[in-house]
């Protein structure tokens, strides 16, 4: 399939509830938050990790990942000798015979060739490798890109709670040791991202490439079963299509919770707001650029615009907005 020609923009809302989104290290691993404003916050790091794993889940063979150009390229890899792979020894696992006797320009350009060929997160969200000593990097600039920080549409009350561990504590224990985690009882968080047709002519970012990271991120969110991830739902992805060189920006701040039953941190779920969509509707209405809304929503999510309430794909084709269901 072609290379895309178009402008993208990505707004994904998910919900996490009883769970850890985000969690700090440098702070307890506490769910990460504005300290100003009370907000959960999700770094672009987590959101490309869950697209990264859903991708590994679809195929346990890497020489089969390699051949159909769904490799991995930033994962956790092993040296020859059992130790965790730096930077450099994971270019070196993609040179191969492609680098034989290339130094320089040369080599650098051997490794882009193998990784945007193999790689489809290399293609999406770029990549940063060293070569080793007076070799240059491959620096690559990714088109697919989510804000540094994506945030919930409410306030929020992180809470610490105890359990109990499995194991005792100490040798001479005669009970089990209690476990504490930090979790966030509620948060609907909205995520943004661009798809920018231009650099994606450097990676080759085809129409597939962006239908599996629109696919990653609805089925890699509901498909996270850890320990702290446990609670998160897909809710609505909107892919919103453009001329080349336009996006409308700042969806996220163009929604607002409504009707809502309680104060922000006692929200629990879907049924204690709606969404407004109504200024993000009529912004969309008057910019011409917008050439198509590409729309995924489970029905749980109540949306209003005015006076109406729906389905987000409802009350844009009611706003005269051409809409097509997602199929993913």
Known sequence: ??????????????????????????????????????EATVSDVRIKRTVRDYFLSLEPDVEKRLAAGREV????????????????????QFLGE??????????????????????IDARLFGATLPLGPK??????????????????????????????????GSASANQKSFAERWLLPYALIAAYGVVNETAARTTGLTETDLNLLLEGLWRGTAALNTHSKLGHDPLLLVAAQYQPGYRLGALPRRLALSEKTGEDTALRSTRDFQLDVGELLAAWC?????????????????????????????LAGQAGLKVTALDL
């Open 135 to 168: 070799e240059p990097s491959l620096q690559l600039t990714g088109p697919a890109q989510f804000s540094a920080f994506n945030r919930s549409l409410h306030r929020v009350s992180p809470t610490l709670v105890q359990q109990t561990a499995a194991y005792a």
């Open 73 to 92: 390229l930033i994962r956790d890899t092993l040296k020859a000798d059992g130790h965790l792979a730096e930077g450099k020894d994971r270019a070196e």
């Open 1 to 38: 399939m072609s290379v895309i020609t178009n402008r993208y923009e990505i707004l994904f809302l998910y919900e996490a509830k009883d769970c850890n989104p985000n969690g700090d290290p440098l702070d307890e691993n506490r769910p990460r938050t504005d300290p100003e404003t009370g």
């Open 286 to 314: 008057d910019y011409p650029a917008l050439t198509e809304l590409r729309v995924m929503q489970d029905p749980r999510l109540r949306c209003r615009s005015g006076a109406q309430s729906g389905l987000l794909a409802e």
């Open 98 to 119: 492609a680098a034989k006797g290339k130094k320089g320009e040369a080599k650098r350009q051997a490794l882009q060739d193998a990784a945007l060929g193999g790689c």
